[in-house]
């Protein structure tokens, strides 16, 4: 629902190979709740807060034919120009869930010196999830 001062940010869409999968690999490894899973399996939601993330095949005519293709990377060195951020309160726990949960530890968690603590991993699909504290500002 937008306010009267602008819209309302809703939706983060993930495109993903396999929506049922990237679906309960976020459940699991990050800790959400699954707010809706089609039965066609082409499109899931899981429950964020004030926002939704939204998975959806990486190819479909719906929205190819429409906006154009999903461009992937081209090899595993490269990465999506999008990352989905993630705070957490423990990082370090968030962060062992998640690679224990499958995703692919790419940066074990540090502080930064902007005062955060932040942990890299790649989910199903190659895409980069930054696992962060909330940063106050000073």
């Known amino acids: 629902m937008a ?13 993903v190979k396999d929506v049922a ?3 309960a690999f976020y459940a699991e490894a990050f800790g959400y709740n699954v707010r ?3 039965d066609n399996r082409k499109w899931g939601e899981l429950e ?3 926002t939704t993330i939204a998975f959806t095949p990486i190819h479909q005519h719906e929205t ?3 906006t154009g293709q999903v461009q ?5 060195g490269d990465r999506q120009p999008v990352e989905l951020c993630f705070d957490y309160v423990d990082i370090d726990a968030a962060y062992k869930r998640a690679v224990e949960n499958g995703a692919v530890a790419v940066s074990q968690p540090e502080e930064k010196k902007w005062g955060q603590k ?7 699909d190659g895409n980069i999830v930054r696992l962060g504290s909330h940063v106050h500002p000073k």
């Open 3 to 15: 306010s009267n001062s602008g819209p309302a940010y809703a939706y983060t869409v993930v495109y």
């Open 36 to 38: 809706r899973l089609d």
């Open 21 to 23: 999968k990237s679906v």
């Open 72 to 76: 992937t990377p081209h090899s595993r």
């Open 48 to 50: 964020s807060g004030a």
């Open 118 to 124: 932040v942990g890299y991993v790649r989910d199903l």
């Open 64 to 66: 190819d034919d429409l």
